[in-house]
């Protein structure tokens, strides 16, 4: 069956960079970025993990913890960090799960259950293992994102969903296209405007079924 957000995160315990985790505890009470790509020492995954480290201090900062993972080992991570390191001109400071056996790429719908390493695998052999998912604290599935092998990931825009879903997360609010921290936000249609002005204050009603408000960070 596949994942659906809302969904409970699947739980594992898998080797890292880091040393054995057990990933719901490894989680804690965070919020957590996991990410996947589908190949050690390859060009565009490179890139993406350099940003992610140039970013790691962002995310931290809202309470998140980061960590990779792809189907090659422990030791190819760690001797493929140096070279994430100096694409980034930053230190990767998030650890990256081994998963030679594609257990955790199949708990989590990157592959088909069938699928296996052939020798002399390539990226294309995993290039479905390139998906990013943000987990709430309640361990549930709050976002996921599925890029193909051509197209690099934005840290930015994950940055920026992440600061949506943490300002939404347990609220009678939504935000609206292309919203960033500090700008107005929907308010649920849970609420009726007069509820949602005794709750939040000035609330405008662009339309019956679309009222706005600016909620303090």
Sequence with gaps: MSLRINDIAPDFEAETTEGRIRFHDWIGDSYAILFSHPKDFTPVCTTEFGSAARRAADFAARGTKMIGISVDDVDSHRRWK????????????????ADPDLKVAKLYDMLPADAYLPDGRTANDTATVRTTFIIGPDKRIKLMLIYPMSVGRNFDEILRALDAIRATDGKPLATPADWNPGEEMIVALSLSTEEARQRFGQVEEVLPYLRKTRVPA
């Design 82 to 97: 140096a070279d994430v390191e100096k694409v980034a001109g930053a230190p990767m400071d998030f650890p990256i799960i």
